[in-house]
């Protein structure tokens, strides 16, 4: 998908009514520096009759970077297995399923994804290091970037984002 396409997505769906009444998270958008600019514009345009604010538009996104050193990285894609039956994701290395390669819940065959070898990965990081990796320094210069440990267990990693997201503007 170009940028167009994706950020013609983007807009269409931001412009719902949950959306408006409840806000709303983003996951892998916007991933380069020319798509935050546009979304960044996107959210001033979002101005009501009269110069009233549309109720997202008023607020300053915020960024939330969960660090996770390489090579552990590395271990959690590439060892992580799915049932393709039932959806239940194991890793090998940190919650293996009681039987090597089969689901404790329907005792269906455990699968890789094909974009989880390390080749692959490797790849991927190389093209998030070029058009994502800038994003990080765009949302820093302007404060909204909040870094979260990703080393951490499960539910501390969702609790920091969560405050973060919660608190934003408080930031």
């Known amino acids: 998908m170009g940028v167009t ?19 709303f998270v ?14 960044d514009g996107y959210l001033k345009s979002r101005r009501g009759a009269h110069g009233t604010v549309a109720p997202f538009s008023a ?4 960024v939330v970077q969960i660090v996770v050193e390489y090579n552990q990285l590395l271990q959690r894609i590439t060892g992580r297995r799915s049932c393709p039956t039932c959806g239940r994701i194991y890793n090998v290395h940190f919650q293996p399923p009681k039987v090597e390669g089969i ?3 329907d005792g269906g065959r455990l699968v ?3 974009d989880d070898t390390e080749a692959v990965v490797a ?6 290091e ?21 080393n951490q267990a499960v539910e501390s990693v969702a609790a920091q984002a969560l405050s973060a997201i919660e608190n934003g503007n408080r930031l």
Do not use: H, M
């Not at 950020?7 to 409840?22: H, Q, T």
């Not at 983003?26 to 979304?39: C, I, K, N, S």
């Not at 607020?59 to 915020?62: G, L, T």
């Not at 790849?123 to 998030?128: D, H, N, Q, S, W």
């Open 5 to 23: 396409l994706v950020v013609a997505l983007v807009a269409e769906r931001l412009a719902a009514a949950d959306v408006r009444s409840g806000g």
């Open 26 to 39: 983003l996951d892998g958008f916007p991933r380069t520096v020319g798509q935050a600019e546009w979304f």
């Open 59 to 62: 607020i300053s996104p915020i």
């Open 103 to 105: 689901c404790d819940v």
């Open 112 to 114: 890789v994804r094909p």
């Open 123 to 128: 790849e991927r990081l190389k093209a998030y």
């Open 130 to 150: 070029r058009q994502t990796l800038p994003l990080v320094a765009y949302y820093k210069a302007k404060g909204q970037l909040v870094d979260v440990d990703g």
